[in-house]
């Protein structure tokens, strides 16, 4: 079982619908957990991050963890065609180099 | 542009040729990270260096990969005897390990990555 695990999709909805992204994780020493979007043949960027569990907002998006079941999520409300992209979650074991998902390709259709 | 560059950005070699990748991390950045991600899979941690020092290397990191950072600034990441296994994305991330007492998470930066194709 991968450390990470997430749905690769593909993902396709309208353009304005709310977004629903998951992943689910086995280590119980994660305590930060990332949300990073990449766009075809770039470098993935940092969306937001969590500590531990709780809610975290920015603008459209809304990052979930919920450590009493392992399950990581991301919200994106008013979803437009730029937010089109692979989104990775990942999370560092401590302060070392992350531990990713598959990705889920994200299709934002106008 | 300040960002984590990497060269070259696309790479074609013949099975069994050695190939060289550079990163150049953000200049303040002690923390450089090489990962390699295949077509639909996530990035996966190959080797990181705090400054010039290699801490860790995953078990992904064969023999025929080498990987420095002479100078605690760029680095480079060498294969030797490409195999058509090692076709993928090479990327690199650096990061500003701050004081264990600042405490947080150091974003990792990614650079464009450099697209290997062993043919």
């Known amino acids: 079982q991968k450390e990470v695990e997430q749905d690769p999709g593909p993902l396709s909805v309208p353009e304005g619908a709310i977004v629903s992204l998951n992943c689910t994780y086995s280590n119980s020493a994660f305590q930060y957990f990332m949300w990073y979007r990449q766009y075809s043949r770039k470098g993935p960027e940092l969306l937001m991050y969590?500590?531990?569990?709780g809610n975290k907002e920015d603008g459209r998006f809304t990052a979930q963890v919920d450590k009493s079941s392992k399950y990581i999520s991301l919200f994106i409300r008013d979803s437009q065609p730029s937010d089109s992209a692979t989104y990775l979650c990942?999370?560092?074991?401590?302060?070392?180099?992350?531990?990713f998902g598959k990705g889920t390709r994200l299709s934002v259709i106008a | 542009d300040t960002g984590v560059s990497q060269d070259p950005r696309h790479k074609i070699t013949k099975r069994g040729q050695n190939v060289t990748f550079r990163c150049d991390p953000i200049s303040e950045h002690n923390r450089l990270y090489w990962y390699r991600q295949t077509l639909g899979q996530g990035p996966e941690f190959l080797t990181y260096f705090q400054n010039e020092a290699q801490l860790e290397k995953s078990r992904l990191l064969s023999d025929r990969f080498s990987a420095e950072r002479p100078k605690g600034s760029f680095s480079t990441l060498e294969i030797q005897r490409t195999e058509q296994g090692d076709s993928a994305m090479y990327l690199c991330?650096?990061?500003?390990?701050?004081?264990?007492?600042?405490?947080?998470?150091?974003?990792?930066?990614f650079g464009p990555g450099t697209r290997l194709t062993v043919l």
């Open positions: 991330a650096s990061s500003l390990l701050a004081s264990p007492l600042a405490g947080g998470y150091n974003e990792q930066f």
């Open positions: 969590t500590y531990s569990s």
């Open positions: 990942a999370s560092p074991p401590g302060n070392t180099p992350l531990v």
